[in-house]
Nanobody
Framework: VQLQASGGGLVQAGGSLRLSCAAS????????MGWFRQVPGKERELVAV????????HYADSVKGRFTISRDNVKNTVYLQMNSLKPEDTAVYYC????????????????????WGRGTPVTVSS
């Protein structure tokens, strides 16, 4: 599956953004999907992940209660709604997907994901 992320931009602290990740291919509904983010000089970190059905989600502690991951398997799209944004949320955000994952969502890391989209930058000003 090929992925393309969009929706990034510049927002003030406390504001909101919604990222979208459109997938091509007929197998999207079988993919576990995740959003990652990366700042220069740091490792790419998992922000949120959602199961193939959308029935299970997991979030990094730093975004719990502020970010919501969702998916629409008819539109082949996964979303990341980001509310109450903070300057420390500034990063390039990437969507990623993979199939046939057997580990629980909360154990998944970057290496588990085989398909990646190009990043979309998010800048939160203070």
């Amino acid at each position: 599956v090929q992925l393309q992320a969009s929706g990034g931009g510049l927002v003030q602290a406390g504001g909101s953004l919604r990222l979208s990740c459109a997938a091509s291919g007929r197998t999207f509904s079988s993919y576990t999907m995740g959003w990652f983010r990366q700042v220069p000089g740091k490792e790419r970190e998992l922000v949120a992940v959602i199961s193939w059905s959308g029935g299970s989600t997991h979030y990094a502690d730093s975004v719990k209660g502020r970010f919501t991951i969702s998916r629409d398997n008819v539109k082949n799209t996964v979303y990341l709604q980001m509310n109450s944004l903070k300057p420390e949320d500034t990063a390039v955000y990437y969507c990623a997907g993979s199939r046939f994952l057997v580990r629980p969502l909360w154990e998944l890391v970057r290496a588990d994901f085989s398909s990646w989209g190009r990043g979309t930058p998010v800048t939160v000003s203070s």
